[in-house]
């Protein structure tokens, strides 16, 4: 049994704890894959995950999931999963609050890389 | 490439189209696991599911998730993680709407069985 008291996460107190944009933080684990609040705002890169789908769920805001021949529009009390191996780029013409789930170690910027790849965090777990 | 078009999963949409209490619907999936839908009222069956980790994330109403030694609360917009192989029993004083997300062929019931043991149901994926 924990020595501390099992409680529920709270998805907006967790948000309220950082303000940066593109950088995913772990707060929670089911089995190996990791719960991760993010705040999006503007154009993300071009990427995808050869090994994994991943899902987003929005809170607040308007995520446009762009793929290669349409656009995904997720809003709040939406989710949508991005298939392995499809190229998307996460857009958000204001802020955006939204989870993702996905296994644990996935990086936000895929086979991309480059400026906007996070450290991993896991401070708010 | 699909040929209809992509498009976000709306929780409130699905959760409109049914009623029935204690028999997770699946809405989506994310590799090997299922996003389902679930509407709870009363109390559940104590139970557990040796295999895997369970996560509960409440959309509206109150959920009482007890715990053998404690009682977690978990309200709207909070999220929680029951850990593998412990005993759970979900409680509802009033209508509960729900996300739970855990890997494809969990049966609700876990090891405990029983009359409460819901039919797979993926027809709103």
Same mark, same amino acid.
């Given at each position: 049994?924990? @020595?501390?008291?099992?409680?529920?996460?709270?998805?907006k107190?967790?948000?309220?704890?950082? @303000?940066?944009?593109?950088?995913?933080? #772990?707060?929670?684990?089911?089995?190996?894959?990791?719960?991760?609040?993010?705040?999006?705002?503007?154009?993300?890169?071009?990427?995808?995950?050869?090994?994994?789908?991943?899902?987003?769920?929005?809170?607040?805001g308007?995520?446009?999931?762009?793929l290669?021949?349409?656009?995904?529009?997720?809003?709040?009390?939406?989710?949508?999963?991005?298939?392995?191996?499809?190229?998307?780029?996460?857009?958000?013409?204001s802020? #955006?609050?939204a989870?993702?789930?996905?296994?644990?170690?996935?990086?936000?910027?895929?086979?991309?890389?480059?400026?906007?790849?996070?450290?991993?965090?896991?401070?708010?777990?």
């Open positions: 049994m924990p @020595s501390s008291p099992a409680q529920a996460v709270d998805l107190d967790k948000l309220s704890l950082f @303000s940066e944009h593109w950088s995913p933080k #772990v707060i929670a684990r089911m089995n190996d894959y990791e719960i991760k609040v993010v705040k999006l705002d503007g154009e993300f890169v071009w990427h995808s995950h050869q090994d994994t789908d991943e899902m987003f769920l929005v809170l607040s308007e995520l446009e999931i762009q290669r021949d349409q656009t995904v529009t997720v809003g709040p009390g939406q989710l949508y999963v991005v298939p392995r191996g499809v190229e998307h780029r996460p857009t958000a013409s802020e #955006v609050h989870v993702i789930i996905e296994p644990a170690g996935v990086v936000n910027t895929g086979d991309a890389g480059g400026a906007l790849t996070a450290a991993y965090d896991d401070s708010l777990a």
